[in-house]
């Protein structure tokens, strides 16, 4: 008995702890978009599988923490989720990716995350319309990512928000397709452009056959729906030989490079990463 007594303190103390902890992140972040300072927006290419080209470049935010370093987006947009700072973090993300794409000389588009907490306010469209009129980027060159959980419902007008910025001209794809419970309900309900295949898939795909099945499953669904289709998550060459094989349009992964700062932050980043 005394043993279990003693499990539940050291349970509820590590409760209590985690509870601070988060509290206490959450005023960070706060703070950190307030002073605009500490955020960063990385971008990854994606490549073309016939040409090699990068079509596009997926903004993917950043957060340098004055004590504990770069933290994870894993980590703390579900803090700005559930605390009401998504809408500014995600405002945050899309006009320096909006802004940072109108200068890039190749032309490649750029793909913003928009999280499910963003979508159903009516906030985001109109938000879109500004990032893209201030940077002067036109909305061809502009993509926004959306999970499936994102679209597990329309009870919240999620899809007419979607709606207004595709019919702006912006594409929109859905992201870590397979994951969810619904993913070809998600297809019926709204004219995607892109869908992105999860990670955990194409990695897998080199060993199990039931998961390469799955991968052309989905390149086939993409070419009959004329969507394009990414294969996330290529770390290997054997990653890329086999999502090519099984008809992927586009690729990204560690294999063709990882996130990386603009050239404008690069210094300061170089810098965070010394000290
Ligand atoms: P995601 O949208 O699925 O983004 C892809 C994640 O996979 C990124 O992690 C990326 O760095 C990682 N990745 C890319 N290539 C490889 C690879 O070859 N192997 C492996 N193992 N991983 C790879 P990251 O940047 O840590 O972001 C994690 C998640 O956080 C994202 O998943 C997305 O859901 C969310 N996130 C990131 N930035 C934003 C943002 O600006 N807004 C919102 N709402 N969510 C964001
Ligand atoms: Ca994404
Ligand atoms: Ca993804
Ligand atoms: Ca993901």
């Given at each position: 008995k005394a043993a279990g007594k003693g499990t539940w303190r050291v349970f509820s103390d590590d409760m209590e702890i985690r509870i601070q902890e988060r509290a206490r992140l959450q005023a960070d972040l706060r703070a950190a978009l307030k002073a605009r300072d500490g955020l960063f927006v990385f971008y990854q290419p994606i490549i073309d599988a016939g040409s090699k080209t990068i079509t596009s470049r997926e903004a993917l935010v950043r957060w340098h923490h004055p004590q504990r370093g770069w933290i994870s987006p894993a980590e703390f947009v579900p803090i700005a989720e559930q605390s009401g700072l998504i809408d500014q973090l995600g405002e945050f993300v899309l006009n320096t990716a909006c802004n940072d794409a109108a200068g890039w000389e190749d032309g490649a588009r750029v793909a913003v995350n928009v999280s499910a907490a963003q979508l159903g306010k009516g906030t985001i469209a109109p938000a879109v319309l500004e990032a893209l009129s201030r940077s002067g980027l036109s909305p061809g060159r502009l993509e926004i990512e959306v999970t499936e959980t994102a679209?597990?419902?329309?009870?919240?007008?999620?899809?007419?928000?979607?709606?207004?910025?595709?019919?702006?001209?912006?594409?929109?794809?859905?992201?870590?397709?397979?994951?969810?419970?619904?993913?070809?309900?998600?297809?019926?309900?709204?004219?995607?452009?892109?869908?992105?295949?999860?990670?955990?898939?194409?990695?897998?795909?080199?060993?199990?056959?039931?998961?390469?099945?799955?991968?052309?499953?989905?390149?086939d669904l993409g070419k009959r729906l004329g969507v394009t289709t990414v294969a996330e998550g290529v770390e290997t060459e054997a990653h890329l030989n086999r999502v090519l094989e099984e008809g992927c349009s586009e690729v990204q992964g560690y294999f063709y490079g990882r996130p990386a700062p603009s050239d404008r932050d690069a210094a300061t980043v170089m810098e965070l990463n010394r000290a």
């Open positions: 679209m597990l419902d329309d009870e919240n007008g999620g899809i007419g928000d979607l709606r207004r910025i595709r019919d702006m001209g912006v594409r929109v794809a859905l992201d870590d397709f397979g994951t969810g419970y619904s993913s070809l309900t998600h297809l019926r309900a709204f004219p995607f452009d892109k869908i992105k295949i999860d990670g955990s898939f194409v990695r897998d795909a080199v060993e199990r056959p039931e998961s390469a099945a799955v991968v052309r499953a989905i390149a």
